[in-house]
């Protein structure tokens, strides 16, 4: 009995030992399998991160994704494109432009081009990532970092120029990877165009550009520094009492070993009461910047490492320099150390109705050194091999045959003359119809030799780029009675030699024959000595829903109106339009001084248009003396009530662009600029 109780106890002590070791057995197979389980997430944790590492790497590619292409020539035609020497490189970067085709339509351009003068080839690069269309911008070129290009501002504007728009945004282009980056910091320039910029070191210089927002263009006079180095803008602030150059825009600015050389530009001068006139200069001032001597030393650097001081130019011998121009921004010449000059443009208001502009060709150089000189730089006619040689007219004389010489007697030689009110010259060389270069000549006399046929027509805003020793000119613009012709010419010329000119590219541009040759626009202005007798209190009606644009047999303001329906009567879209019409020059006099301007009140309005009014006012009634006056005045009052909803939608329009209300006030004192007689591209 006891042997079978034994042998019971001993099976039961074995079934417990095996079901505690095959707990022991669950519990290690569990943590395995937890320890295999927390593994695998680690390592899908891993490849998640690595996924997604790998798409932010794949979407930044394909947002960098740079498309180059071989194109057959120069970019297509345009204006205030840039043409920039490559810093480290044989090559010519083109960047941007504008174009005004023939139907009125404004076509603005964002893309890159690449010149190399060995293959005479182009190539065109394209990135997702990139600066917007955009014109009369600035670049300028660093070596450092395998070369850089940097943009900044510019302008914009929609297709029939209703709406503008300036930047103020800042781009580096990489050369070595063709790829676009932006810089954002929170101190920069305001929006601008027609602006330059030069590299000293590893600073940018900007100065001066126009800020245009609809009513008035405000020209700048405001010098930045940009560090390349921390990626830092700074306002250079001087005192009230240091001189420094008048606001200005498209002028030339070129660095030198102590600073920057700036000489002429264009502005607008503002009168009250009367139109716009615009201003050509041809002050000389050099910006002297000198390291202070802790930064000079290699100690510490101040919050200031140097100083910068604005130095006018005394004007030198009139004898060799340009006539007075505009529209002739130098390039450099670095291994001369000379800014080459080549074109422009003369714009003399003979009288209040009408403009006369003559258009240059000629080239010259301006050495930057000491107290700075002109040179004429005149090409040299080849020497005839063997025999004798005929008797030709004087050999010196190398300009082309179109165009007159300067009159340099009456060119004053003004040595010590700090004015910055410049007069155009009594006499400008003058130019006749232009002449396609190397086109085939009819006249027994003209040698086919005289590297002066090889000239480019004369132009203004052309594309200059001095590169080693060769200066390239691409483009520009010319006009013809009221035509205006953007070229697409691309001529090259060895400065060292000053032989001939090779033209790389012939213009395909025909320039019309039997139209006026200088541009002269109908002054409509009204006049603005009104008197102040019979103004009475203005009580101003309530807003009205109907937008009436004046002006009989008006193309412009018909097509001003259809485009307004086609658009549902937007008021938006109507005030847009209407800032274009006001600066339409072809608008008639009726049309100009019976319309109300954006700023202007109604006891403006009235003043300056009181004897229109007066005058229709007598064809519709019998009143006479200041009962007419009083008809007058109701016929004023309504017209304007008529436009009141649209003037204050343009008035938030420009409050928006940053005009307050004493800007839009001074505007609208100016009067009616839309017959000003000049070119948008003048700015």
């Given at each position: 009995m006891?042997?079978k109780?034994?042998?019971k106890d001993?099976?039961?002590?074995?079934?417990k030992?095996?079901?505690?070791?095959?707990a022991?057995?669950?519990?290690?197979?569990k943590?395995?399998?937890?320890?295999t389980?927390?593994?695998d997430?680690?390592?899908?944790?891993?490849?998640?991160?690595?996924?997604?590492?790998?798409?932010?790497?794949?979407?930044?590619?394909?947002?960098?994704?740079v498309?180059?292409?071989?194109v057959?020539?120069?970019?297509?035609?345009?204006?205030?494109?840039?043409?920039?020497?490559c810093?480290n490189?044989?090559?010519l970067w083109?960047?941007?432009?504008?174009f005004?085709?023939d139907?009125?339509?404004a076509?603005?351009y964002?893309d890159?081009?690449?010149?190399?003068?060995?293959?005479?080839?182009w190539?065109?690069?394209i990135?997702?990532?990139?600066?917007?269309p955009r014109?009369?911008h600035?670049v300028v070129?660093s070596?450092a970092g395998?070369?850089?290009?940097?943009?900044?501002g510019?302008?914009f504007?929609?297709?029939?120029q209703?709406?503008?728009h300036?930047?103020?945004?800042f781009?580096?282009?990489?050369i070595s990877?063709?790829?676009?980056?932006?810089i954002?910091?929170?101190i920069?320039?305001?929006?601008?165009s027609?602006?330059?910029?030069?590299?000293?070191?590893h600073?940018?210089?900007l100065?001066?550009?126009?800020?245009?927002p609809?009513?008035?263009?405000n020209?700048?006079?405001d010098?930045?520094?940009?560090?390349?180095?921390?990626y830092?803008?700074?306002q250079?602030?001087?005192?009230?009492?240091?001189?420094k150059?008048?606001?200005?825009?498209?002028?030339s600015?070129?660095p030198?070993?102590?600073?920057?050389?700036?000489?002429?530009g264009?502005?607008?001068?503002?009168?009250k009461g009367?139109r716009p006139?615009g201003?050509m200069?041809d002050?000389t001032?050099?910006?002297?910047?000198?390291?202070n001597s802790e930064?000079?030393?290699?100690?510490k650097?101040?919050?200031?490492p140097f100083?910068?001081?604005?130095?006018k130019?005394?004007?030198?011998?009139t004898?060799?320099?340009p006539s007075?121009r505009?529209g002739c921004?130098?390039?450099?010449w670095a291994?001369?150390n000379?800014?080459?000059?080549?074109?422009?443009?003369?714009?003399?208001?003979?009288?209040?109705?009408t403009?006369d502009?003559v258009?240059h060709n000629d080239l010259?150089?301006?050495?930057?050194?000491?107290?700075?000189?002109?040179t004429?730089m005149q090409?040299k006619?080849p020497k005839?091999?063997?025999?004798?040689?005929?008797?030709?007219a004087?050999?010196?004389r190398t300009?082309?045959e179109?165009?007159?010489?300067?009159?340099?007697?009456?060119?004053?030689?003004?040595?010590?003359?700090?004015n910055?009110?410049?007069?155009?010259?009594?006499k400008?060389?003058?130019?006749s119809?232009?002449k396609?270069?190397?086109?085939?000549?009819?006249?027994?006399g003209i040698?086919p030799?005289?590297?002066a046929?090889t000239?480019?027509?004369?132009?203004y805003?052309a594309?200059?780029?001095?590169?080693?020793?060769?200066l390239y000119?691409?483009?520009?613009?010319?006009?013809?009675?009221?035509?205006?012709?953007?070229?697409d010419?691309f001529h090259?010329l060895?400065?060292d030699?000053?032989e001939?000119?090779v033209?790389l590219?012939?213009?395909?541009i025909?320039?019309?024959?039997?139209?006026e040759?200088?541009?002269?626009?109908?002054?409509?202005?009204?006049?603005?000595?009104?008197?102040?007798?019979?103004?009475r209190?203005i009580?101003?009606?309530d807003?009205?829903?109907?937008?009436?644009?004046?002006?009989?047999?008006?193309e412009?303001?018909?097509?001003?109106?259809e485009?307004i329906?086609?658009?549902?009567?937007?008021?938006r879209?109507?005030?847009a339009?209407?800032m274009g019409?006001?600066?339409?020059?072809?608008?008639?006099?009726?049309?100009?001084?019976?319309?109300?301007?954006?700023?202007e009140?109604?006891?403006?309005?009235?003043?300056r248009s009181?004897?229109?009014?007066a005058?229709?006012a007598?064809?519709?009634s019998?009143?006479?003396?200041?009962?007419?006056?009083?008809d007058?005045?109701?016929?004023?009052?309504?017209?304007?009530?008529?436009y009141?909803p649209?003037?204050?939608e343009?008035?938030?329009?420009?409050?928006e662009?940053?005009?307050?209300?004493?800007e839009?006030?001074?505007?609208?004192?100016?009067?009616?600029?839309?017959?000003s007689?000049?070119s948008?591209?003048r700015?």
């Open positions: 006891a042997k109780k034994s042998g001993s099976t039961k002590s074995a079934n030992a095996a079901k505690k070791a095959k022991v057995q669950k519990v290690e197979r943590e395995k399998k937890k320890a389980k927390t593994k997430e680690f390592e899908d944790d891993d490849q998640d991160l690595e996924r997604i590492l790998d798409k932010i790497k794949r979407e930044w590619e394909e947002a960098h994704k498309t180059e292409e071989l057959e020539g120069p970019p297509s035609r345009r204006a205030n494109a840039t043409l920039t020497p810093p490189g044989n090559h083109s960047i941007g432009g504008e005004f085709s139907d009125g339509k076509h603005f964002g890159v081009y690449r010149y190399s003068p060995e293959k005479n080839e190539r065109k690069f990135s997702p990532t990139c600066p917007g014109s009369a600035a070129a070596p395998g070369g850089k290009l940097y943009l900044f510019g302008e504007s929609s297709l029939y209703n709406s503008f300036h930047y103020r945004d781009w580096c282009f990489d990877t063709h790829t676009w980056e932006r954002e910091t929170k920069r320039p305001t929006a601008r027609g602006h330059r910029m030069a590299m000293w070191k600073y940018i210089v100065f001066g550009g126009f800020y245009d609809g009513i008035k263009t020209y700048l006079n010098l930045w520094l940009f560090d390349t180095q921390e830092r803008w700074k250079v602030e001087l005192k009230a009492t240091e001189r150059p008048s606001p200005r825009s498209g002028f600015f070129l030198a070993p102590e600073g920057i050389l700036l000489h002429g264009y502005c607008k001068e503002y009168v009367s006139v201003v200069l002050d001032w050099f910006l002297r910047i000198s390291l930064t000079a030393n290699g100690g650097s101040s919050a200031d100083t910068l001081k604005w130095e130019r005394k004007k030198t011998s004898a060799y320099a007075l505009s921004t130098m390039a450099l291994a001369k000379v800014g080459i000059l080549f074109g422009g443009v003369t714009d003399e208001d003979t009288s209040e109705e403009m502009s258009f010259y150089g301006y050495h930057m050194m000491g107290n700075g000189r002109w004429s090409l006619r005839k091999k063997g025999g004798p040689q005929k008797k030709k004087p050999a010196q300009r082309p179109f165009e007159d010489e300067v009159d340099e007697g009456n060119e004053e030689a003004s040595s010590g003359e700090e910055n009110d410049n007069k155009t010259p009594s400008p060389s003058m130019v119809p232009p396609i270069a190397n086109a085939p000549q009819d006249d027994d040698d030799d005289d590297p046929l000239i480019p027509i004369p132009r805003n594309m200059l780029a001095v590169l080693r020793n060769t000119i691409y483009g520009g613009i010319f006009e013809k009675g009221s035509r205006e012709y953007t070229l010419d090259s060895q400065l030699k000053l001939r000119y033209c590219k012939a213009s395909e025909v320039i019309a024959e039997g139209e040759e200088s541009s002269s626009d109908e002054d409509e202005d009204d006049d603005d000595d009104d008197d102040d007798d019979d103004e209190t009580d101003e009606r807003e009205t829903e109907s937008v009436t644009v004046v002006g009989e047999d008006e412009k303001e018909v097509e001003v109106l485009t329906e086609e658009e549902k009567d937007s008021l879209v109507q005030a339009a209407f019409v006001t600066k339409d020059s072809t608008r008639s006099a009726e049309d100009v001084i019976s319309t109300p301007l954006p700023g009140t109604l006891a403006m309005f009235y003043a009181r004897e229109y009014w005058q229709k007598y064809g519709t019998d009143s006479r003396g200041k009962q007419l006056r009083r007058g005045f109701s016929l004023a009052e309504e017209r304007y009530a008529d009141k649209l003037l204050e343009v008035e938030r329009i420009l409050a662009a940053g005009l307050d209300e004493e839009m006030r001074k505007g609208a004192a100016a009067g009616p600029q839309g017959a007689g000049q948008r591209n700015r």
